[in-house]
């Protein structure tokens, strides 16, 4: 238990300080700063209030201090209503914040430019504005993903966000020692319906799908092709004087996520891939990564398809596609603003259809699925980007 009055060197996070680091990199409106540093006042008010300080202190320190924050778990902001009344929904969005000072810290220790701090931890107002327009009330969605934000691990760079991981998708990439092809194997913890669609994809379900083989002998590679996210039916043999493994599950890479604030610039993309390939040996030093990979509704196959030249069209064609089971909740939630109850005609036909792409996006839906995408960029495919849509 903590002491009867708790002293501030014990949560030294919680001082005056944060809120003066707030409002020096974010870009708060006038109600969000009052809002936040009224739940900020409520916590260091109640300094008698034990059962508060230390879901709250016990939450900071496995978010700040622990060594594997992706298998911890969070108190839940409507979890805090009965010890933060009305100011519940702050919680995390305190909690974040309680780690500015040592972010701020480590990106100066680092030498990271004030634009890109800025630019990076900002991402938490772009989800505090999405819950006020959802809910009416400040509050942030996201934190399994902001949480990385303000734990050093992502970073925007102009239009894009980045962060290293390692790629977990079912799928083995080889590439050709002289051309530089790329040949993706689809891995056989999938199982393949009848249209070279991984099972399960969209929910929908074939009762003949095929597993496909996979298999490294000595001087060569057995498996399954797969050509913009379709695995083709016959295997293949790649020998291996010939095909070089390029990127593997476990592999290290560089996870391109997009921001919700503005268009898909392709130049401003462009730049955004070439910032990365500089910022990331240069701060993460014992970390090398061949690929680029997304996993985004803006990676949807069918728009090469169905888009006309377009920034979205531009983007999805920058990447490889590779096999995965996906579905359509995100590309319906981004182009719709909705979420997707049923698939049905009659529901299809009452969506909006303000803008073109929802026009386009709902014909497509009425024939057949719009799975989400999953891909990768090889990191020397950067210098061959253009703009040209």
């Known amino acids: ?31 969000f700063a009052q809002t936040l540093e009224q739940a ?74 004030d634009e890109i701090t800025r ?24 934190f399994d993903w902001l949480k990385d934000h303000f734990t050093g691990k992502v970073y925007r760079l102009s239009r894009l966000q980045f962060m290293l991981n390692r790629f977990e998708g079912h799928a083995h990439v080889y590439r050709h020692v002289d051309t530089g092809e790329c040949v993706v194997l689809t891995g056989n913890e999938f199982t393949i319906r009848q249209d070279g669609i991984v099972n399960g994809t969209c929910d929908n379900y074939d009762d003949t799908a095929w597993t496909p083989a996979y298999k490294v002998e000595t001087d060569r590679v057995i498996g399954h092709r797969a050509v913009n996210g379709i695995t083709q039916r016959e295997a293949e043999i790649l020998p291996l004087s010939e095909y070089q493994p390029f990127l593997m599950p476990g592999d290290r890479i560089l996870e391109v996520h997009i921001p919700k604030d503005g268009k898909m610039d392709p130049a401003a993309c462009i730049d955004s891939f070439k910032q990365a390939l500089q910022f990331f040996p240069t701060i993460f030093t014992n970390d090398t990564f061949t690929a680029f990979t997304c996993h985004s509704w803006l990676l949807t196959p069918a728009f090469l ?82 703009v040209d849509l």
């Open 1 to 31: 238990m903590l002491p009867q009055r708790v002293d501030k060197e014990l949560l030294p996070y919680l001082q005056s300080g944060l809120m003066d680091d707030a409002r020096a990199v974010l870009d708060m409106p006038d109600d």
């Open 40 to 113: 900020v006042r409520r916590m260091t008010e109640q300094a008698s209030d034990h059962e508060l300080w230390k879901v709250f202190n016990d939450d900071h320190r496995r978010l700040f201090h622990a060594p594997r924050l992706e298998e911890l778990q969070f108190t839940k902001r409507e979890d805090m209503e009965p010890l933060m009344g009305d100011l519940w929904h702050m919680y995390e969005a305190v909690l974040l914040l309680s780690g500015l000072s040592d972010l701020l810290a480590y990106h100066r220790a680092f030498g990271i430019s």
């Open 119 to 142: 630019d990076t931890v900002n991402d938490i107002m772009i989800w505090a504005h999405e819950y006020k327009r959802l809910y009416g009330v400040w509050g942030i969605h996201s």
């Open 305 to 386: 398809q169905v888009l006309p030249p377009s920034n979205i069209r531009w983007f999805c064609s920058q990447f490889i596609q590779l096999p995965d089971c996906t579905n359509e909740h995100q590309l319906f939630h981004r182009v719709f603003d909705s979420v997707l109850l049923e698939k049905t005609e009659q529901a299809f036909a009452a969506l909006p259809q303000d803008t073109q792409l929802q026009r386009i996006v709902r014909d497509v839906l009425l024939k057949q699925e719009m799975r989400r995408g999953y891909g990768f960029i090889p990191v020397d495919g950067v210098a061959h980007m253009k």
